[in-house]
């Protein structure tokens, strides 16, 4: 799961709204039907929606960085460590360098119940001055921070309560000779790091600064390693934070040509 930002042209999202709408009015008629009798109930879905269409965002590459998972109109953040909302405020310092902070206070323009909940809505020509005058800046400022970072990061290491402890590590020489075990099993992995029973293991190794005794999120007890992270690692985020300024500068593209431009932003 994760925090997933679409943008829609105006045309998309009428579509994709009176779809919805039409589904929505037969769920409320006919929501008994679907145990009932589906096929009565499928019958009347498609003959409230025959003609109308479910459009979805078309995907517009990033011009910098093409092959990136941010693009000019779509950006994530995962809930893990590596989502750009919990790893980008460790590099930095800043809690407020995330792309909630970044498009806080946007006027959003929305009769969506859940827009409370979740930024997103509809954007017109009234929210131009604060994209260009405070959003892009913003972006930009993390971009900066993050290559003026020392590039620390951490994470959280503790046992795992489905071995017994009788199976740990009793020795330095133990748990070299596990690692090794460990790493020559999965010596064709691609990943940076990966996780079995054992541990957690580095393929291409940490700069290891300090190792602090500590607790987790459920209050388990463990360890923190803050390491330096690779610079292809920053250099990742840096470019998702420069392309959230291409993101918003294709909103204002949108919104120049068709007058209003939607953004979906989903938690």
Not at 222 to 237: M, P, Q
Not at 244 to 258: A, G, M, R, W
């Amino acid at each position: 799961m994760g925090l997933d930002i679409y943008t829609y042209t105006a045309e998309q999202h009428h579509k994709s709204s009176t779809f919805s709408a039409a589904e929505d009015a037969v769920w409320e008629e006919y929501s008994e039907l679907y145990d009932e009798d589906y096929d009565a109930f499928k019958e009347k879905l498609d003959a409230a929606t025959e003609g109308l269409e479910d459009d979805t965002y078309t995907d517009v590459p990033s011009k910098k960085y093409p092959e990136h998972l941010f693009s000019r109109r779509y950006l994530r953040s995962s809930y893990n460590g590596s989502g750009f909302d919990r790893a980008v405020p460790i590099f930095t310092g800043n809690p407020e360098h995330t792309l909630e902070g970044i498009f806080a206070g946007t006027p959003w323009i929305t009769d969506d119940p859940e827009a409370s909940e979740y930024p997103g809505g509809t954007l017109d020509r009234s929210a131009i001055p604060f994209l260009t005058e405070t959003v892009i800046p913003r972006a930009q400022e993390v971009a900066e921070a993050l290559r003026n970072s020392d590039a620390l990061t951490a994470t959280f290491i503790s046992p795992n309560p489905f071995i017994n402890p009788s199976e740990y590590p009793k020795s330095e020489e133990d748990a070299v000779k596990v690692a090794r075990e460990v790493l020559a099993r999965h010596s064709d992995s691609s990943f940076d790091s990966f996780g079995t029973r054992e541990g957690t293991f580095f393929t291409k190794g940490l700069e290891i600064l300090a190792a602090l005794p500590g607790q987790g999120l459920f209050n388990e007890q463990g360890v923190y390693l803050v390491f330096k992270a690779t610079d292809e690692g920053r250099d990742s985020y840096v470019q998702s934070a420069e392309i959230v300024v291409e993101f918003v500068e294709e909103l204002i593209d949108l919104i120049n040509k068709d007058g209003s431009v939607y953004v979906s932003w989903s938690g």
